[in-house]
C-alpha cells in the first residue's frame, strides 16, 4: 500500500543537524508517511549518519546519492521517486512541530484545496525562537482563492515555505511543476507560487508547523551575487502570468514585488558582509537604484519586520554608505541573540 505522504529532504553538508530533523519526523502524531532522503553530494558524514538513523527506523525510506547538483534539482529528483498522495518537503537543517503532518492531512483532506500550510517560526540552533511567523508577517485570513493568496504571497504579507506546507501530488503532476535547476535562491517561491495558481483554493491552518534554523554556517548565509537570483524568480513568474493572462499579477510583480526583491538581494548583500567597495557600485546601479525606490509594502498593518524593511529603504536613499553600515550592525546582533 502506498504511503499518503511523502516527506522529501533534501541534504547537503547537515552532520550537525539531520538527526534531529528526522527525530520530528519520527515523533510526528501522523504516522502514514514515507521518508525519501536526497544527498546531494555531501562531503562531511551526513550520508552515514541518514542510513544509520533510517535503517534503525520502522518507517519506510529511500535514500538516494546524487553528485552535488543544488537544492532544486535534489527536490525534483525526491518527487520522482516518491509515491504519497501528499507532498512534503522539508529541509534538513529544520524541524516539524510533533502535530504538523496531523494538523496539515486533516485540512487539506476536509477543504479539497491544493495546498495548505501553516507559520514557520525561526530558531537558533539550540532550539531558541529568535522570531515566531506572527512576529514576520501578518496573516489575516485562513482561506483564500489562488489570486489573492499569490498577491499576499509575492508582496511578502504572508510567507508559505516548502517547510511549512502540503501539496496535493496531483497538481505539481497534472501541471509539470518544477523547481528550476540552478536557482539557488526563490527556487522554492516560483516553485509554490505555480501550486498555489493551480490549487484554486489555499488553507492556512493557525498554527505554526515547523521550526527553520538560523545557521551562520548556511549556504544562504554567504555573501554572494546568486542573491539576485530572487530577481530572476519574480522575472520568470511574469512571464508565466504574462502567458496564462493574469494581468492583476503581472501589474503586482513589476509594481511591488520585482522592486522588492531588487531592494531584499542588495541588502541581503550588505548583511551577510560583501566587501563594501564591491557592494557600492552595485548600490549605485541606475536600474538597482530605481526599483529600489519604487519599492513599497501596499498594505496597512505593517509588523516590525516589514516596517525595518522600509526603514532600510529610506536610509538606502539617504545614504548607501549608512545603509550598509546599519546592515552589517543588524546581522552582529542578530548573530549574537542567536548564540545566547
Known sequence: MKPLISIIIPVYNVEAYISETLKSVFNQTFKDFEIIVVNDGSKDKTPQIVREILRSSTFPFKIIDQVNRGVSVARNVGFDHSEGRYIKFLDGDDKLVPNALEVLVNEIQKCSCGLVYGGQDVVTVSGKILYKYEDMYRQDWTVAGSRDAIIDFLISKIHISCNSCLIVRRIIEEHNIRFTPGSKYGEDNEFLTKVIYYSNVVHYVGQSICLATYREDSTTKTATLSTFHNVGVMKRLKRFFEKNGQTEIVKMLDEYAIPSLYAWSLGDLAYNGYPYREWIKIARNGLIKQNIRKFKL??????????????????????????????????????LNSRK
Request: aromatic content about 14%; glycine content about 0%; overall charge positive.
Open 298 to 335: 501596499p498594505f496597512e498593518n505593517k509588523t516590525k519586520f516589514h516596517k525595518q524593511m522600509l526603514m532600510a529603504k529610506s536610509i538606502y536613499l539617504l545614504s548607501p554608505t549608512l545603509a550598509y553600515l546599519v546592515m552589517r550592525i543588524a546581522k552582529v546582533v542578530y548573530t
